[in-house]
C-alpha cells in the first residue's frame, strides 16, 4: 500500500485491508484499536516488534497468530533493542522495509527505557509507538511510571491512608524528545485521524520516530467497553492529556483544550477514580495547570 | 593466501569474525573482551568489513539486537563476558527456542562478589542449560579457527542453534602468540553466505517469531529443541573433519585425547588449562607414567558417547573444573559422572577446582593432580573434591 503524502488520511481513503486481526483482546481495547490503525497506514511490509505483554498474549498464541505482517516477541526490556536489530539485519541484507516497535507504558517508561534511549541514540530509523493505557494490565493491573495521579491500581489500591497513585505521570515525550529524535508526537485513541496523520509522519522521519498514544483500557480503568473512545477524546478536551508534535528540535501544540473545564466527569467515569477526594480532584487540577502553564509558555 | 600473525585471543576471534562475513555485530565492551569488539570497530571503520556495527547502550540490548537481525536472516555475532553474560541471560532462551544461529564470544572471567576482571569459567556455568552450544578453546589459533566453524554449526539446517565460544580470560583473550589466518577465499569456500531460514521474518510468507505456546504444545517445542541439539554433536563432528581437509587443522570434534588410549589416569580439561596439562602429561611419560589427557571441547551437547570412548581404558578420571556450583562441587563433575551413570560405566572419578577468581592452576597443580588420580588408582583413599592452591583452611 503507498500513501500519497500530500493526503490526509481520514476514514474515507484508509485501507480496509486488515493487518490485526482474530486477535483476544478484551471488547473496547483501546491500545488494539491503536495498532489496528497504526498498521493500516504502515502496511504490510513493515517488520514488528512488540515485548511479551497484552498485544503479545493476545495475538501469538502457538498456533493463532493474528499479525499479517513478520513480527517478532522481544524480552520485556528490548523492544527498541531488538527492533533496531531487525532494521539492521534488514539493512544489511539490503531489503527496504520499515520496523517497527508497540510496546505499553510500563515496557515502555520503566523496564524498556534504557533500550528504547540506546536505539534513538544510535539514530538509525524506525518507529517505536507507545501504547499508554497507564498501568501494567496483562498481569492484572499494577502500577507503572505511565499510572496517572489518584488512579487506584492492584499495586496501589486506595487505602486508608494512601488514596491510590501518588505520583504524577513520567514524561515520556518530553524524555524522548531530549535525545532530538527526528519525529515525536503525542496522540490519542479518541482522535484517529490525528493519530493515523502522526503514524504518516513517523514514517516518512529521516531517523528515530516515536508516538505515545493514550489508549483507555476498560478492564484495567472500569469503564463500559462502549465509552473507550469517548474517554480517550475528553481527557484530551479537558487538558489531562495533550496532543503535541515534537520536530526540527522544536515542540508545538496541536490542540488547546479548554482548561476551565471539569475534570470530574471524565474521573468520575472510571472506577479506578471514584474513590477520590474533593482534594485529590483538586491535586489533579493543579497538576493540570502547571503542565499546560509550561507548555503554554515553551511549546509556542 | 593465508597468513601469519602474532595475535592474543581476542583478536583472533577478530579475525575468525571477520572472515565469516558476519551482517550485523552488536556489542557492548567489558573487560576482557573489549578487544574483540575494538578490533571489529576497526575493521568496519576502516572498510575491511562491511557489516551493520551497532553500538549498544548494554549487554542486554547486545543480544536483543542479535536476535533481531538474526530473525531476519542476517548474519549476527556479538561478544561478551562474566556479569554482561549474566546480564543478557534473559535473552540467551529467546535466541535458541527462536532458532537463531547468533555466533558469540565469552571471554570467561570472574563474577561477583567479589568481583575481579580475571579468568575463571563460573559465568558460563551460569547458562549451560540456556540452549546454546557451548564450545571451549585452548588457544588462539583454535579461537579463530572455532569462530568460522561456529557459524556453519549455527546455521545448519539440522542444527539451527546460538553458539558460544568461551575463552579463559587474559591467559587466552590476551596472550599473543603465532596464528594463521586463513585467507578469505578459503573461508568464502568453507563457509558460504547465510541465506536465511525458513522459520525466520521474510517477505514471502511473513512470520511471528518468539511465539506463546500453552501447556498443550510448550513441552513439544521443547523436546524438538533439545533432540536437534544432542544431534548437533554429529554436526560438530563432520563440520572440524571438513575444516581439517581444508585448512589442515582439526580439534577432534566434540572432545580431543592426549596420549589417552593406554592411559591409566586421565585428566579431563576444558579451555587454556588444557594447553599447562599437555606440558605435564609429557613430563611424566619420560617418566613412564601411564597418564593422559582429554579436552572436552563442546559442554553442550555433551558428548557422552564419545568420552566413554575416549576413556574406556583408563582406571581413574581426574575432572578439573574452573567453577564451583556453591553447595555442590564442580560443574563439569556433575557431568562427567552422569555421562558414567548413563553409559552404565564405573570409574572412580575425582574433582579438582581451582583456578577461581583468576589463580593460577600450575605445571604444579596437574602433577600433583596426576599423582593423587595414581593413589586412588591404587587404591589409596582421596577426597572426591578437592581445592588447588587455596590459602585459608578449608
Not at chain 1, 113 to 119: D, K
Not at chain 2, 182 to 194: C, I, K, N, R
Not at chain 2, 277 to 303: I, N, T
Amino acid at each position: 500500500m503507498t500513501i500519497n503524502k500530500s493526503i490526509q488520511l481520514n476514514a474515507r481513503n484508509i485501507t480496509s485491508d486488515e493487518y490485526f486481526y482474530g486477535h483476544k483482546a478484551c471488547g473496547g481495547c483501546g491500545e488494539s484499536l491503536a495498532l489496528r490503525l497504526a498498521l493500516k497506514v504502515l502496511g504490510e511490509e513493515a517488520y514488528l516488534s512488540l515485548p511479551a505483554g497484552c498485544m503479545a498474549a493476545v495475538s501469538f498464541i502457538y498456533p493463532n497468530m493474528a499479525f499479517k505482517n513478520n513480527a517478532i516477541i522481544t524480552p520485556f526490556a528490548s523492544t527498541a533493542a531488538v527492533a533496531t536489530g531487525v532494521a539492521a539485519g534488514l539493512k544489511a541484507l539490503h531489503k527496504d522495509h520499515l520496523s517497527v516497535a508497540f510496546a505499553g507504558d510500563g515496557g515502555t517508561a520503566d523496564i524498556g527505557i534504557q533500550a528504547l534511549s540506546g536505539a534513538i541514540d544510535r539514530g538509525e530509523k524506525f518507529i517505536y509507538i507507545c501504547t499508554d493505557n497507564e498501568a501494567y494490565m496483562n498481569t492484572g493491573i499494577q502500577k507503572s511510571g505511565l499510572t496517572p495521579f489518584g488512579a487506584s491500581t492492584t499495586t496501589t489500591p486506595a487505602g486508608k491512608v494512601i488514596r491510590g497513585n501518588i505520583k504524577p505521570k513520567k514524561n515520556m515525550f518530553e524524555i524522548v524528545a531530549a535525545h532530538g529524535i527526528k519525529y515525536a508526537a503525542t496522540a490519542s485513541v479518541g482522535y484517529l485521524e490525528d493519530f493515523m496523520n502522526k503514524v504518516q509522519k513517523a514514517k516518512e522521519a529521516d531517523g528515530p520516530a516515536y508516538i505515545h498514544v493514550f489508549s483507555p483500557c476498560p478492564t484495567g480503568w472500569g469503564h463500559e467497553s462502549d465509552q473507550t473512545i469517548a474517554l480517550a477524546k475528553e481527557v484530551v478536551d479537558n487538558g489531562l492529556w495533550y496532543l503535541a508534535e515534537y520536530e526540527n528540535g522544536r515542540f508545538r501544540l496541536n490542540k488547546k483544550p479548554d482548561l476551565s473545564n471539569d475534570v470530574r466527569p471524565y474521573l468520575k467515569g472510571q472506577a479506578r477514580f471514584r474513590h477520590l477526594k474533593d482534594e485529590d480532584i483538586e491535586n489533579i487540577e493543579a497538576l493540570r495547570g502547571e503542565k499546560w502553564a509550561q507548555m503554554l509558555a515553551e511549546w509556542q | 593466501m593465508s597468513r601469519n600473525a602474532f595475535l592474543n585471543g581476542d583478536e583472533a576471534v577478530a579475525y575468525g569474525v571477520k572472515r565469516s562475513r558476519p551482517n550485523v555485530v552488536a556489542a557492548y565492551p567489558i573487560t576482557p573482551q573489549t578487544i574483540t569488539v575494538e578490533k571489529i570497530s576497526s575493521f568496519v571503520q576502516n572498510g575491511e568489513l562491511d557489516c551493520e556495527y551497532m553500538h549498544v547502550e548494554s549487554e542486554h540490548s547486545a543480544m536483543a539486537c542479535s536476535i533481531g537481525a538474526s530473525s531476519v536472516g542476517a548474519r549476527t555475532f556479538t561478544a561478551t563476558s562474566s556479569q554482561g553474560l549474566l546480564y543478557m541471560a534473559e535473552c540467551l532462551p529467546y535466541a535458541s527456542g527462536a532458532r537463531l544461529p547468533i555466533v558469540m564470544m565469552n571471554a570467561n572471567r570472574a563474577l561477583a562478589t567479589p568481583w575481579n576482571i580475571y579468568g575463571d569459567q563460573m559465568d558460563v556455568m551460569f547458562l549451560l542449560n540456556s540452549g546454546w552450544v557451548q564450545i571451549f578453546v585452548e588457544d588462539a589459533q583454535e579461537a579463530l579457527d572455532m569462530t568460522i566453524q561456529s557459524f556453519k554449526i549455527a546455521e545448519h539446517e539440522s542444527v539451527m542453534a546460538p553458539v558460544m565460544i568461551n575463552l579463559d580470560g587474559f591467559v587466552l583473550t590476551h596472550t599473543y602468540e603465532k596464528v594463521n589466518i586463513p585467507s578469505q577465499e578459503a573461508v568464502d569456500q568453507f563457509l558460504p553466505t547465510f541465506l536465511g531460514a525458513h522459520h525466520m521474518m521474510n517477505d514471502e510468507m511473513p512470520m511471528s517469531m518468539c511465539i506463546s505456546a500453552g501447556n498443550q504444545h510448550n513441552m513439544e517445542f521443547k523436546i524438538k529443541q533439545h533432540r536437534d541439539l544432542l544431534r548437533a554433536l554429529e554436526i560438530i563432528e563432520t563440520i572440524d573433519s571438513e575444516f581439517e581437509s581444508q585448512f589442515g587443522r582439526g580439534y577432534g570434534g566434540a572432545l580431543e585425547g592426549y596420549k589417552h588410549e593406554d592411559a591409566e589416569v586421565i585428566l579431563v580439561t576444558t579451555g587454556s588449562v588444557t594447553g599447562t596439562a599437555r606440558v605435564v602429561v609429557d613430563r611424566l611419560r619420560a617418566e613412564g607414567k601411564r597418564v593422559g589427557l582429554v579436552k572436552l571441547r563442546v559442554v553442550r551437547p555433551f558428548p557422552v558417547e564419545k568420552l566413554m570412548e575416549l576413556v574406556k581404558n583408563a582406571k581413574t578420571i581426574g575432572i578439573v573444573d574452573k567453577n564451583i556450583s556453591f553447595g555442590y562441587e564442580g560443574t563439569l563433575y556433575t557431568n562427567v559422572n552422569s555421562a558414567f551413570v548413563q553409559s552404565g560405566i564405573k570409574k572412580e572419578t575425582y574433582n579438582f577446582i581451582g583456578g577461581i577468581g583468576g589463580r593460577d592452576i600450575t605445571k604444579d597443580d596437574i602433577h600433583e593432580m596426576y599423582e593423587n588420580l595414581q593413589l586412588a588408582s591404587a587404591g589409596e583413599q582421596i577426597d572426591a573434591v578437592t581445592y588447588y592452591n587455596v590459602r585459608c583452611t578449608l
